[in-house]
């Protein structure tokens, strides 16, 4: 069955760093988008980051571009996020999706992230 998995959520100190994986099985990887969310309590899931399926194309939101990095590797299923000089508002939920079209959506069931002192 389709599965999405992250992992590498945290606790990590303002400045710090960490990278999300996630790991995908039951469908074609390398034939859809990864895209990173973030949600945070009382507010919208919001698209931090997307990579086509070749991985040859990228976008961030403002509120991480320079600070944030996708990635992607077809040959083992994975996708990743590294996110470097966090902020207390990166804090959330952290899940990626693939894509496909406008008719295929694949959640993973999250990574908590939290950015404190």
């Known amino acids: 069955q389709v599965q999405l998995v992250e992992s590498g959520g945290g606790l990590v100190q303002p400045g710090g760093s960490l990278r999300l994986t996630c790991a995908a099985s039951?469908?074609?990887?390398?034939?859809?988008?990864i895209l990173w969310y973030r949600q945070t309590p009382g507010k919208e899931r919001e698209m931090v980051a997307s990579?086509?399926?070749?991985?040859?194309?990228?976008n961030y939101a403002d509120s991480v571009k320079g600070r944030f990095t996708i990635s992607r590797d077809n040959a083992k299923n994975t996708a990743y996020l590294q996110m470097n000089s966090l902020k207390p508002e990166d804090t959330g939920a952290y899940y990626c999706?693939?894509?496909?079209?406008?008719?295929?959506?694949?959640w993973g069931q999250g990574t908590q992230v939290t950015v404190s002192s």
């Open positions: 039951g469908f074609t990887f390398s034939s859809f988008g």
């Open positions: 990579i086509g399926s070749t991985g040859s194309t990228t």
């Open positions: 999706k693939a894509r496909l079209g406008w008719s295929k959506n694949y």
